[in-house]
């Protein structure tokens, strides 16, 4: 049933490979987790930051010994990895890829590929001149989930495709309004930063290049609050925002005290307050939005992306000429319908979804190793990347102009 990831997991990883990472954030933890966990398949030798006390911070909580730089350039030129991870603010992506590169270093680069297309061309110009991989993070395709919903379509058990919907209920993105992310410059908006996932599961889903976009987006719930302050410490209503954060107040646990740490950091050494307001910050992208995409091959997909949900999760609808699929990754679960006799077909994935991203995250590390090692084609790389965006930037613009917009 699940030889997408059965393969994954049975790969045996032929060596040790050094690994260098640009950008001391969150995704950085995913990693530095990883090869805590599974010394043997890699080793952290230098991680890159413009702050480095951030870097340094992640290393002590993960237990790994690694050189700290402010300069990738002088890291790759000191380490001489084997391949560079980058987690840096989307819109910075586009410099180290090419730098590696040009160094024939494998990459794997954090989703989006970049917020525009023209800094995704620059990476697609130097990943073709390079012998080296660019390997794209859409994790979420390594995912049991959506690994198998993905079988389960190309089997042809659901027949001719209709329609898919797409739907991402994420309560932890409210902190997009309080991060980087809530600015198109950096992160391109949400339809970029956060919705380039699900483009890109609704373009390897239907197996057609998209024909047209219809997006429409609103911020309905975090906007300026007069009541409050820019910042929670100064916010005379705190006792009553479920959204305060106490920067002075310890953490429940260790990871959520180290994380404010390396927030005071970026606070301290010129970056924005750890505690900015998610109604008063100021921001130029929206907290729900729907999105529609035609496809050539006459497929229909909705994608719904709402921040304002009582829970996370991803969840997906299929309809065939022959039978339907409900699928969601929070349970772990999937259902198949078959349209004419009515019976059903269940998938219980729920041992199989453990850790980041509904599993995915492992799986998606050890696939991009089995990568490198190998020099295979990436299962994901700079045309789906660069796919994503195109659709992503599309729904942007739609939502400014409120028309149809034709890929």
């Given at each position: 049933m699940m030889s997408v990831v059965k393969n994954i997991k049975d790969?045996?990883?032929?060596?040790?490979?050094?690994?260098?990472?640009?950008?001391?954030?969150?995704?950085?933890?995913?990693?530095?987790?990883y090869f805590s966990q599974h010394p043997s398949e890699g080793e952290?030798?230098?991680?890159?930051?413009?702050?480095?006390?951030?870097?340094?911070?992640?290393?002590?909580?993960?237990?790994?010994?690694a050189q700290v730089f402010k300069d990738t350039e002088k890291m790759l030129d000191t380490v001489k990895p084997d391949a560079v991870i980058i987690c840096t603010p989307d819109f910075a992506h586009v410099e180290p890829s090419v730098l590696a590169l040009k160094q024939k270093i494998h990459v794997l680069?954090?989703?989006?590929?970049?917020?525009?297309?023209?800094?995704?061309?620059?990476?697609?110009?130097?990943?073709?001149?390079?012998?080296?991989?660019?390997?794209?993070?859409?994790?979420?395709?390594?995912?049991?989930?959506?690994?198998?919903?993905?079988e389960v379509i190309t089997s042809g058990r659901l027949g001719k495709i209709t329609t898919i919907e797409a739907n991402e209920y994420y309560y932890g993105g409210k902190t997009y309004f309080r991060r980087w992310n809530r600015f198109q410059k950096f992160g391109g908006g949400l339809w970029i930063t956060k919705a380039c996932h699900d483009f890109d599961l609704l373009n390897w889903m239907a197996g057609a290049d998209p024909a047209s976009v219809y997006a429409t987006a609103s911020l309905s719930h975090y906007k300026a609050n007069p009541q409050g302050a820019e910042q929670c410490r100064h916010c005379q209503i705190q006792h009553e925002c479920p959204d305060f954060f106490d920067v002075f107040t310890t953490q429940p646990s260790e990871w959520e005290q180290v994380w404010k740490e390396i927030r005071m950091t970026t606070e301290k050494n010129g970056g924005e307050p750890a505690d900015l307001c998610l109604f008063n910050a100021k921001k130029d992208t929206f907290d729900n939005g729907i999105a529609v995409v035609n496809y050539k091959n006459d497929i229909r997909a909705t994608y719904t992306v709402n921040v304002l949900a009582s829970r996370s999760s991803r969840q997906m609808r299929v309809i065939g000429t022959d039978g339907m699929l409900e699928a969601d990754m929070e349970h772990g679960s999937i259902e198949v319908i078959e349209r004419h006799s009515g019976r059903k077909h269940t998938y219980d994935l729920r041992e199989m979804i453990a850790g980041g991203h509904g599993g995915a995250d492992d799986r998606m590390i050890k696939d991009f190793l089995h990568t490198c090692h190998l020099g295979k084609k990436p299962k994901c790389g700079w045309s789906e990347g660069r796919l994503a965006v195109e659709v992503a930037l599309a729904a942007r613009e739609s939502c400014q102009r409120g028309s149809v917009v034709k890929l």
């Open positions: 790969n045996s990883i032929r060596s040790k490979m050094k690994i260098a990472i640009v950008g001391a954030g969150g995704r950085t933890t995913t990693f530095l987790n952290v030798v230098g991680i890159s930051d413009v702050i480095p006390e951030k870097a340094e911070l992640l290393l002590k909580y993960y237990k790994i010994n680069c954090e989703k989006p590929m970049s917020t525009t297309l023209e800094d995704c061309d620059k990476i697609i110009e130097a990943a073709k001149k390079s012998s080296a991989i660019f390997y794209l993070g859409f994790n979420l395709r390594h995912g049991p989930v959506h690994a198998t919903v993905h």
